[in-house]
Structures are given as structure tokens and as C-alpha cells.
């Protein structure tokens, strides 16, 4: 998974629905294929550049966190089989630990990974 954000993930975002091609990750390479929208300048983009990099960590924990709570959704139903109502609260607990993550400041490492966060325990 890569830190980088590209032009086109920058001029999508800017004008959604518009028709462009790029050839290279430059402004150079950018051709306009209608006039429905106005072209976006270099200095724009640039600056939804710096903005989605920014965003990025927070949108990575996200995915991750979804994730973590789409598995552990079968152990909140209301008819699964736990051996004890502490267990089912352990569940419940680690849930709302998880939607509590993004009170954290997440990093990316070189490969896109989050780092600098403490996950919750997986109850056991």
C-alpha cells in the first residue's frame, strides 16, 4: 500500500464527473476531454495533494477498524452462544474500543501501513 497520492486521485476528487485523461503523474500529461467542467489549476491540485495526504492516516485506521468490527460483528448478536454475560461484555467493551480509536493520531510507515496506534485486545 503506497503513501502516495496521485494527480488524477487529486483532480477526481476536485471535479468529480469530469473528463480527463493523464498520462504521468504531472500537469504536463493532463488533457481535458470536455468543457462541461473547468480544468483545475497545478495549485490546486497541489493543495488537494497535500489535504488527501494529510487525510490519509486517518482514512488507513478507518479501513483497519472497519475491518476489525465487521469480524467481531457475530459476537454482539443477540442469540450468539457466549459461555458467560462477562464474555459478551468483553465483546461489546473491545467494539466500542475500536470506534474509540480515532480519538488516536495514526502515522503511515513507508509501505502505507497505520503505526502509533494502540489496538484494543482481541477478547480471548
Known sequence: ??????YADC????????????????????EWLNND??????SEILIKK????????LQRL???R????IESDVYVLSDFPHS???????????????RDITTQT???DDEGNVINITWPSIPG
Open 11 to 30: 483532480i477526481a476528487s476536485l471535479v468529480p464527473g469530469a473528463s480527463w485523461t493523464i498520462s504521468a503523474n504531472d500537469y504536463l500529461s493532463l
Open 50 to 57: 497535500n489535504q488527501l495526504e494529510s487525510e490519509l492516516p
Open 106 to 108: 495514526p502515522s503511515l
Open 37 to 42: 467542467f473547468t480544468i483545475p489549476s497545478e
Open 66 to 69: 472497519g475491518y476489525l468490527l
Open 1 to 6: 500500500m503506497s503513501n502516495e497520492i496521485s
Open 84 to 98: 458467560s454475560e462477562s464474555k459478551r461484555q468483553e465483546w461489546l467493551t473491545y467494539r466500542q474500543q475500536l
Open 62 to 64: 478507518r479501513e483497519q
